[in-house]
């Protein structure tokens, strides 16, 4: 596609449920990035994926939390016996090289309620 | 550990006013630092890539400079449409490609 695609847009679930946030990348683009974005705040890194391993998980916040990208595409951030205080926008961005500029998805807005 | 502080929090500008934002930055051997534009609601936009100290790069209204501890985002004769958070973000080579952002700096610009 023409840009970093992210869905759903919000979702609003209840505390303790299951929730999956799904990114697709710039075609062609072997790095991926999970961020995740509180209010008046920068985006805070999750994890990062070079094709299909994660290079480094070392953001993710606790074992809640996992991310996927089976493919090297498509990536899913799967968040478990979600809390209110998961709360945020998560991005998810890619780019071509390592090191190099990322291009950014609008995010998807979490609330736990 | 990779650290970015940005200054001032926000900055009102009237349409015209020149002045520049800043970003300090503590890194084990810097690999890039980024400066990108957010605007509400959206996902952050790239503007500049540094990579090393005296380099500096420009886009219409916009210049960047880096220094070893530092880094300035320049705006020039700003426009209202320039209003929006700017970003600034470093990796450095001892974390990878893991990108540690500031909390930005919110720029309201008044016609």
């Known amino acids: 596609g023409a840009g970093v695609s992210q869905t759903p847009s919000n979702k609003v679930t209840e505390k303790g449920k299951y929730v999956e946030l799904r990114c697709d990348p710039i075609?062609?683009?072997?790095?991926l990035y999970w961020y995740r974005q509180s209010l008046g705040q920068g985006p805070e890194f999750l994890i990062y994926?070079?094709?299909?391993?994660?290079?480094?998980d070392s953001g993710l916040p606790n074992d809640r939390f996992f991310a996927v990208r089976p493919e090297g595409s498509v990536s899913t951030l799967k968040i478990q016996r979600t809390e209110r205080g998961d709360s945020a926008v998560y991005l998810c961005?890619?780019?071509?090289?390592?090191?190099?500029?990322?291009?950014f998805g609008q995010g998807t807005r979490l609330t736990v309620v | 550990e990779d650290q970015v502080t940005q200054s001032p929090e926000a900055l009102r500008l009237q349409e015209g006013e020149s002045s520049s934002l800043n970003c300090s930055y503590t890194?084990?051997?810097?690999?890039?630092l980024f400066w990108y534009r957010q605007d509400p609601g959206k996902g952050p936009e790239f503007l500049f890539t540094?990579?090393?100290a005296g380099e500096e790069k420009e886009k219409e209204r916009l210049k960047a400079t880096l220094t070893k501890k530092e880094s300035f985002l320049h705006i020039t004769a700003p426009k209202p449409e320039d209003s929006a958070t700017y970003l600034c973000?470093?990796?450095?080579?001892?974390?990878?490609?893991?990108?540690?952002f500031g909390a930005g700096t919110r720029l309201f610009v008044k016609a």
């Open positions: 961005a890619s780019s071509s090289l390592q090191g190099t500029e990322a291009f």
């Open positions: 075609s062609g683009h072997t790095a």
């Open positions: 994926f070079q094709g299909t391993g994660a290079a480094d």
């Open positions: 890194v084990s051997g810097l690999r890039g």
């Open positions: 540094l990579y090393s």
């Open positions: 973000a470093v990796q450095g080579h001892t974390g990878g490609f893991k990108t540690i």
